[in-house]
Protein backbone atom coordinates (compact mmCIF):
# COMPACT_ATOMS: atom_id res chain seq x y z
CA UNK A 1 0.00 0.00 0.00
CA UNK A 2 1.72 3.14 -1.31
CA UNK A 3 0.92 6.58 0.06
CA UNK A 4 2.16 9.95 1.38
CA UNK A 5 1.08 9.17 5.09
CA UNK A 6 1.04 12.70 5.48
CA UNK A 7 0.31 11.73 8.47
CA UNK A 8 -0.97 8.11 8.54
CA UNK A 9 -4.14 7.83 9.98
CA UNK A 10 -6.81 5.27 10.83
CA UNK A 11 -8.51 5.24 6.66
CA UNK A 12 -5.42 3.76 6.00
CA UNK A 13 -4.88 1.22 8.13
CA UNK A 14 -8.83 -0.05 8.16
CA UNK A 15 -8.62 0.33 4.21
CA UNK A 16 -5.41 -2.30 4.40
CA UNK A 17 -6.65 -4.75 7.06
CA UNK A 18 -9.58 -5.17 5.24
CA UNK A 19 -7.25 -5.88 2.07
CA UNK A 20 -5.79 -8.47 3.91
CA UNK A 21 -8.71 -10.24 5.57
CA UNK A 22 -10.75 -10.44 1.83
CA UNK A 23 -7.79 -11.28 -0.16
CA UNK A 24 -6.15 -13.37 2.70
CA UNK A 25 -2.63 -11.58 2.11
CA UNK A 26 0.03 -13.17 3.83
CA UNK A 27 1.42 -9.49 4.67
CA UNK A 28 1.22 -5.96 3.68
CA UNK A 29 3.78 -3.46 3.08
CA UNK A 30 2.97 0.41 3.98
CA UNK A 31 5.54 2.38 1.64
CA UNK A 32 5.37 5.71 2.11
CA UNK A 33 6.12 8.00 -0.70
CA UNK A 34 9.52 9.94 -0.97
CA UNK A 35 8.90 12.92 -3.37
CA UNK A 36 4.91 12.43 -4.25
CA UNK A 37 5.38 13.99 -7.93
CA UNK A 38 1.59 15.31 -7.58
CA UNK A 39 1.50 16.34 -4.52
CA UNK A 40 3.73 19.80 -5.39
CA UNK A 41 2.52 22.67 -3.17
CA UNK A 42 0.96 20.78 -0.08
CA UNK A 43 2.84 20.78 2.92
CA UNK A 44 4.92 17.41 2.89
CA UNK A 45 6.06 16.32 6.11
CA UNK A 46 9.86 15.29 6.04
CA UNK A 47 10.10 11.97 4.68
CA UNK A 48 11.61 10.37 7.80
CA UNK A 49 9.20 11.48 9.63
CA UNK A 50 6.13 9.89 7.65
CA UNK A 51 8.34 6.80 8.05
CA UNK A 52 8.35 6.91 11.34
CA UNK A 53 4.88 7.65 11.81
CA UNK A 54 3.82 4.76 9.38
CA UNK A 55 5.87 2.73 11.57
CA UNK A 56 4.48 3.63 14.75
CA UNK A 57 1.34 2.82 13.12
CA UNK A 58 2.00 -0.77 12.19
CA UNK A 59 3.89 -1.97 14.49
CA UNK A 60 1.41 -3.94 16.77
CA UNK A 61 0.32 -5.42 13.75
CA UNK A 62 1.85 -8.75 13.13
CA UNK A 63 1.16 -8.90 9.07
CA UNK A 64 1.87 -5.13 8.65
CA UNK A 65 5.36 -4.14 7.33
CA UNK A 66 6.85 -1.08 6.31
CA UNK A 67 9.57 -0.30 3.43
CA UNK A 68 11.71 2.37 2.41
CA UNK A 69 12.28 1.50 -1.18
CA UNK A 70 10.42 4.72 -2.11
CA UNK A 71 12.26 6.82 -0.05
CA UNK A 72 15.17 5.99 -0.34
CA UNK A 73 15.30 6.19 -4.11
CA UNK A 74 16.43 9.62 -5.69
CA UNK A 75 14.34 11.69 -7.54
CA UNK A 76 9.95 11.44 -7.81
CA UNK A 77 8.44 8.38 -6.67
CA UNK A 78 6.50 6.64 -9.25
CA UNK A 79 4.56 3.61 -8.35
CA UNK A 80 5.80 2.10 -11.55
CA UNK A 81 9.11 1.80 -10.84
CA UNK A 82 8.10 0.38 -6.97
CA UNK A 83 6.09 -1.98 -8.43
CA UNK A 84 8.58 -3.50 -10.61
CA UNK A 85 11.03 -3.35 -7.46
CA UNK A 86 8.89 -5.74 -5.57
CA UNK A 87 7.91 -8.25 -8.82
CA UNK A 88 11.55 -8.56 -9.51
CA UNK A 89 12.10 -9.24 -5.52
CA UNK A 90 9.94 -12.16 -6.14
CA UNK A 91 7.74 -13.02 -9.13
CA UNK A 92 6.50 -15.88 -7.98
CA UNK A 93 4.39 -13.80 -5.65
CA UNK A 94 1.24 -12.32 -6.64
CA UNK A 95 1.61 -8.29 -5.88
CA UNK A 96 -1.54 -6.69 -5.31
CA UNK A 97 -1.41 -3.02 -4.67
CA UNK A 98 -4.12 -1.66 -2.59
CA UNK A 99 -5.14 2.20 -2.83
CA UNK A 100 -8.74 3.66 -2.34
CA UNK A 101 -11.57 4.82 -4.91
CA UNK A 102 -9.98 8.16 -5.83
CA UNK A 103 -6.25 7.21 -5.81
CA UNK A 104 -7.23 4.17 -8.74
CA UNK A 105 -9.04 6.61 -11.23
CA UNK A 106 -5.43 8.46 -11.20
CA UNK A 107 -4.08 5.52 -12.60
CA UNK A 108 -4.22 5.76 -15.98
CA UNK A 109 -2.52 9.26 -15.34
CA UNK A 110 0.78 7.77 -13.83
CA UNK A 111 3.67 7.23 -15.03
CA UNK A 112 3.84 4.07 -17.56
CA UNK A 113 0.45 2.54 -16.79
CA UNK A 114 1.14 -0.29 -18.61
CA UNK A 115 4.40 -1.60 -16.82
CA UNK A 116 1.71 -1.30 -13.88
CA UNK A 117 -0.54 -3.54 -14.58
CA UNK A 118 2.42 -6.20 -15.73
CA UNK A 119 3.77 -5.92 -11.94
CA UNK A 120 0.26 -6.43 -9.67
CA UNK A 121 -3.49 -6.29 -9.43
CA UNK A 122 -5.35 -3.27 -7.65
CA UNK A 123 -7.14 -3.59 -4.73
CA UNK A 124 -9.33 -0.38 -4.89
CA UNK A 125 -10.61 0.47 -1.64
CA UNK A 126 -14.43 2.02 -0.98
CA UNK A 127 -13.65 5.74 0.39
CA UNK A 128 -16.42 8.32 1.60
CA UNK A 129 -16.83 10.73 -1.08
CA UNK A 130 -15.49 8.88 -3.74
CA UNK A 131 -17.79 5.77 -5.89
CA UNK A 132 -15.82 2.68 -6.74
CA UNK A 133 -18.47 2.43 -9.36
CA UNK A 134 -16.44 5.29 -11.59
CA UNK A 135 -13.90 2.29 -12.12
CA UNK A 136 -16.14 1.68 -14.90
CA UNK A 137 -15.36 4.89 -16.48
CA UNK A 138 -11.70 3.70 -16.74
CA UNK A 139 -12.90 1.54 -19.91
CA UNK A 140 -11.99 3.72 -22.28
CA UNK A 141 -8.54 4.14 -20.75
CA UNK A 142 -7.87 0.57 -20.20
CA UNK A 143 -8.24 -2.59 -22.00
CA UNK A 144 -10.50 -5.57 -20.26
CA UNK A 145 -7.54 -7.74 -18.62
CA UNK A 146 -6.18 -4.42 -17.34
CA UNK A 147 -9.54 -4.00 -15.84
CA UNK A 148 -9.96 -7.31 -14.55
CA UNK A 149 -6.92 -6.94 -12.77
CA UNK A 150 -8.47 -3.76 -10.46
CA UNK A 151 -10.50 -5.49 -7.58
CA UNK A 152 -12.84 -3.14 -5.88
CA UNK A 153 -13.35 -3.74 -1.94
CA UNK A 154 -15.98 -2.32 0.30
CA UNK A 155 -14.33 -1.45 3.44
CA UNK A 156 -15.67 0.18 6.76
CA UNK A 157 -16.02 3.77 5.72
CA UNK A 158 -13.75 6.39 7.38
CA UNK A 159 -14.25 9.48 6.56
CA UNK A 160 -10.67 10.71 7.31
CA UNK A 161 -7.69 12.22 4.87
CA UNK A 162 -4.63 13.16 5.93
CA UNK A 163 -5.52 16.84 4.44
CA UNK A 164 -8.21 17.19 6.67
CA UNK A 165 -5.80 16.09 9.84
CA UNK A 166 -3.40 18.42 8.58
CA UNK A 167 -5.67 21.49 8.55
CA UNK A 168 -7.13 20.56 12.47
CA UNK A 169 -3.31 21.26 13.16
CA UNK A 170 -3.56 24.11 11.20
CA UNK A 171 -6.04 25.40 13.52
CA UNK A 172 -5.31 23.76 16.29
CA UNK A 173 -7.45 21.33 16.88
CA UNK A 174 -7.28 17.48 18.02
CA UNK A 175 -6.57 14.76 16.21
CA UNK A 176 -7.25 12.11 18.85
CA UNK A 177 -9.22 8.73 17.84
CA UNK A 178 -8.42 9.97 13.94
CA UNK A 179 -5.04 8.82 14.01
CA UNK A 180 -3.20 5.94 16.15
CA UNK A 181 -1.94 7.34 19.73
CA UNK A 182 1.95 6.50 18.87
CA UNK A 183 1.23 9.21 15.70
CA UNK A 184 -0.25 12.05 17.76
CA UNK A 185 2.14 11.90 20.67
CA UNK A 186 4.56 11.73 17.81
CA UNK A 187 3.69 14.65 16.16
CA UNK A 188 3.21 16.67 19.46
CA UNK A 189 6.77 16.18 20.32
CA UNK A 190 8.20 16.44 17.40
CA UNK A 191 6.43 19.40 15.85
CA UNK A 192 6.14 17.77 12.57
CA UNK A 193 2.90 20.00 11.43
CA UNK A 194 4.69 23.09 13.15
CA UNK A 195 5.20 25.11 10.04
CA UNK A 196 1.73 24.47 9.65
CA UNK A 197 0.84 26.87 12.08
CA UNK A 198 2.78 30.03 11.49
P1 LIG B 1 -4.18 13.62 1.42
O1 LIG B 1 -5.47 14.21 1.91
O2 LIG B 1 -2.95 14.39 1.84
O3 LIG B 1 -4.18 13.28 -0.05
P2 LIG B 1 -4.94 10.93 2.11
O4 LIG B 1 -5.76 10.82 3.33
O5 LIG B 1 -5.64 10.85 0.78
O6 LIG B 1 -4.04 12.23 2.20
P3 LIG B 1 -2.76 9.40 1.04
O7 LIG B 1 -1.45 9.20 1.68
O8 LIG B 1 -2.88 10.35 -0.10
O9 LIG B 1 -3.81 9.83 2.20
O10 LIG B 1 -3.42 8.01 0.64
C1 LIG B 1 -2.74 6.79 0.52
C2 LIG B 1 -3.75 5.76 0.01
O11 LIG B 1 -4.74 5.51 1.01
C3 LIG B 1 -4.50 6.22 -1.23
O12 LIG B 1 -4.64 5.12 -2.10
C4 LIG B 1 -5.84 6.67 -0.68
O13 LIG B 1 -6.87 6.54 -1.64
C5 LIG B 1 -6.04 5.69 0.47
N1 LIG B 1 -6.89 6.26 1.54
C6 LIG B 1 -6.63 7.37 2.25
N2 LIG B 1 -7.60 7.61 3.16
C7 LIG B 1 -8.52 6.63 3.02
C8 LIG B 1 -9.78 6.34 3.67
N3 LIG B 1 -10.26 7.14 4.63
N4 LIG B 1 -10.46 5.23 3.26
C9 LIG B 1 -9.96 4.45 2.26
N5 LIG B 1 -8.78 4.67 1.61
C10 LIG B 1 -8.07 5.75 1.97
MG1 LIG C 1 -4.66 11.42 -0.97
Redesign the pocket.
Known sequence: ??????P?????L??AEAARDAFNLDQVIFIP?GQ?PH?AG?FVADPEHRYLMTFLAIVSNQHFEISRVEIDRAGPSYTSETLEYFYRMDPSVLWYF???????LDIVTWHQPDSIFRHAEFIA????G?SLSKIEALKSHLGADQLARIHPLE?P??????????ERLQQRLSIKYLVPEAVEHYIAKNRVYEALKA
Do not use: C, E, W
Request: a positive charge.
Open positions: MGGTFNIHYGHVASPKLITGADAIASRPYVALAISSSQIR
